[in-house]
């Protein structure tokens, strides 16, 4: 099929289906983020600030985690088709495009919505009276233009995410019509042992993802997580019994649609506790050390392009957006495997690939937190020769605390949850918990995997929010 | 004595003019209109600014070459004058020795230099829980530590009530200019500068002028002040 590391005719079905997935994907998140989002924009309700809350939680939430809530409310012997069939109806599959679509969906709403909630919530309430007063449509005066400006980016940072997602497709794809580029890729060093088409194809991944990233980037300048999304501002456009209807069923059904999954997860994981293979206790124990080593890398480089500052810097710390940890995964395998065993490698690499992976969302939560450190204590530092490292450990760290623990805590749960290049380097006890999760789903043990699921959520939310509640500790927030 | 010589500073497009001298152990008071470059002057005597021409001597050696903290010079902005995550002792203790674990003579200098601006004992508090007037002692403490001779005050105490103002400008007389410290004060008040200041260092459109005796200048202000002192 291959001839020497070129494109074969399976390459370009992956391309194909990589791309078409990804923007379907974006495409259905952005359109129901939509009126999700001008619901929350115009309705407040008990528990608003909870919901809006949670829409940022799928950031953090490990992928497979995602996969197998899923799969406990769509797959094959999950809620829906127990329905289907008491039914009498035929059973629906998961598998395939209309699954790894509906993965990312789920995945990537909550982003869109919340990215679209930040473009309502720039709108200052003033216009809104404003155009009540006049009797202007709001719709075509006031929201669509920010509509114009907001969905590009929401559009090219989800399709940009969904390139790059390796779980799902590894779950949910697969075979010759389903199969992306990051899972051909793992499918070419892992099975075939085709280092060259591995190659060629980890350099177009990343040439389709660096374009996709930069773009992104351009158009998106909105914080993926951490922003503050204020009180719903009052409407005089919206009062009518049935937009309230309309809003309220919206509402519910995005709760259900992002609570559900997870509840299953909660619900199965507490069951498959008991289930959960011995090996559960290395791999925990190898999450959390991967997790806190890419943890110390992402806060260390971030620091460092920080400070340093500058276009270059930045350009820098935006880099790892274009890669994805199989594709760097695969240049490194390129680099050690005449050198060391793989195995050798495995843990150390899922650590420097998952901290420079964590690197641009670390650089993003420090950089204004040390610019405003500088910006207000930086003459009175300088005029008592308060320079260099002393600078760094009286100044700069104790100030950007706050900062500090939150990027801690995003790359800590990012690393905990990630499952990509040690995928490629593991061998049999070296697996990870997201890794010992996909091998008990590959083997059909699902109540295992629930049980190691419910683990790996309680790892990567409680190393969140262990750094998260540090970085609150501190006198920072003081005069 | 401090003496600027032949010094143009550029900030931006604005730029000023200096040539006179401060005798050693005046209080001085810097006036004139906003934007007439008060600020920028002191700037540059504390470093932060690279004059394009012309020396800033002090005692005969020129402190241009010289790093900020290199310099005989103590100053106070006009806001953030307090590290807000550090307690008044680590405060005034920088003004010793840049580091947060003071030695033991360290505190004692410290903690009396808070007893000299009356706030025996209050040295854990951090500066939220200080008034701004106490905030403003805790400052003046640290200056009292650096024992530098040469202190400049860019409005520091403008935050505060007419009287809490008055009260920081005579402790700043008692402690600071009873150990013989040369002040440059930037003020916009005359009453300030009647009460504190011997000599008034006029900075108008784009100069700064020698000091003239305070009383005689505000009684009789050359054209260019007296518009602004109205």
């Known amino acids: ?479 | 004595m401090l003496v600027l010589e032949g010094l143009h500073l550029r900030a931006g497009d604005f730029r000023l003019t200096a040539d006179l001298t401060v005798p050693k152990g005046a209080a001085v008071a810097v006036m004139g209109p906003s934007g007439g470059g008060k600020s920028t002057l002191l700037s540059a005597i504390a470093g932060f600014l690279a004059p394009a021409a012309g020396r800033i001597l002090w005692a005969g050696r020129d402190l241009v070459p010289l790093a900020p903290a290199a310099r005989p010079v103590g100053i106070l902005f006009q806001d953030n004058n307090l590290f807000p995550h550090l307690t008044a002792l680590q405060n005034v203790a920088l003004g010793l020795r840049p580091s947060l674990r003071p030695t033991e003579a360290e505190r004692d200098r410290a903690e009396a230099a808070l007893a000299q601006v009356g706030l025996a004992g209050l040295g854990k508090r951090y500066p939220a829980e200080l008034s701004g007037g106490q905030q403003s002692r805790v400052a003046l403490a640290r200056l009292l530590v650096q024992e530098r001779p040469l202190v400049l005050m860019d409005e520091p105490f403008a935050a505060l009530g007419p009287a809490l103002r008055a009260e920081m400008l005579a402790l700043t007389r008692q402690t600071l200019m009873a150990r013989g410290a040369t002040l440059l004060l930037v003020t916009h008040d005359p009453g300030d500068a009647r009460a504190l200041a011997d000599l008034i260092l006029p900075v108008v459109e784009g100069r700064a002028h020698p000091p003239r005796p305070a009383a005689a200048l505000l009684d009789d202000p050359p054209p260019a002040l007296r518009a602004y002192l109205g």
């Not at chain 1, 590894?170 to 899972?183: D, F, M, Q, S, Y």
């Open chain 1, 1 to 479: 099929m291959r001839a020497g590391g070129g494109l074969g005719a399976a390459d370009l079905a992956a391309l194909r289906f990589t791309l078409t997935q990804a923007a379907l994907s974006a495409l259905f998140a952005c359109a129901l983020a939509i009126p999700l989002a001008r619901a929350l924009a115009r309705r407040d309700f008990p528990g608003r600030g909870a919901f809006v809350m949670l829409l940022g939680a799928p950031f953090l939430l490990p992928t497979i985690v995602a996969v197998m809530g899923l799969l406990a409310l769509f797959g094959r012997g999950g809620l829906l088709n127990g329905a289907l069939a008491a039914l009498g109806l035929p059973p629906v599959s998961i598998y395939g495009l209309h699954g790894v679509v509906l993965a990312h969906v789920f995945l990537n709403l909550p982003l869109a919505t919340r990215l679209l909630l930040l473009g309502w919530s720039a709108i200052p309430a003033e216009r809104f009276r404003l155009a009540a007063s006049l009797g202007a449509p709001v719709g075509a005066l006031i929201e669509r233009p920010m509509l114009r400006a907001t969905l590009p980016g929401a559009f090219a940072a989800i399709f940009a995410l969904c390139l790059t997602s390796f779980a799902v497709a590894l779950i949910l794809g697969g075979g010759p019509r389903a199969t992306t580029l990051e899972l051909a890729l793992y499918q070419a060093i892992r099975f075939e042992a085709d280092f060259a088409a591995a190659a060629s194809l980890a350099l177009l991944q990343y040439a389709l993802c660096g374009a996709a990233a930069l773009a992104a980037w351009r158009l998106a300048r909105a914080p993926l997580t951490g922003a503050g999304l204020g009180r719903p501002v009052e409407r005089w456009d919206a009062q009518g019994a049935g937009l309230r209807l309309l809003d309220a069923l919206i509402i519910a059904a995005g709760v259900l649609f992002v609570i559900l999954p997870l509840a299953l997860v909660l619900l199965r994981g507490l069951d498959g506790l008991a289930e959960m293979p011995p090996s559960v206790r290395g791999a925990a124990g190898r999450s959390l050390l991967v997790a806190l080593a890419a943890t110390a890398i992402a806060l260390g480089l971030a620091l460092a392009l920080a400070l340093r500052g500058g276009p270059l810097a930045e350009g820098a710390g935006a880099l790892p957006l274009a890669a994805s940890s199989l594709v760097l995964g695969t240049g490194l395998l390129l680099l050690i495997r005449p050198h060391l065993p793989l195995q050798a490698a495995a843990l150390p690499v899922a650590a420097l690939l998952d901290g420079l992976l964590a690197l641009p969302f670390a650089l993003r939560a420090l950089r204004p937190a040390l610019r405003e450190a500088e910006a207000r204590h930086g003459r009175l530092a300088t005029a008592l020769g308060i320079t260099g490292w002393r600078r760094l450990r009286i100044l700069i760290l104790p100030l950007a605390r706050p900062a500090l623990g939150f990027a801690g805590g995003l790359a800590a749960a990012l690393s905990a949850g990630s499952l990509g290049a040690i995928a490629l380097y593991a061998g049999e006890g070296q697996a990870t918990l997201p890794l010992l999760m996909a091998r008990l789903m590959g083997a059909y043990r699902m109540e295992a995997a629930a049980g190691v699921a419910l683990l790996l959520l309680a790892l990567a939310f409680g190393l969140f929010a262990v750094f998260d509640l540090w970085g609150r500790g501190g006198r920072h927030a003081r005069a």
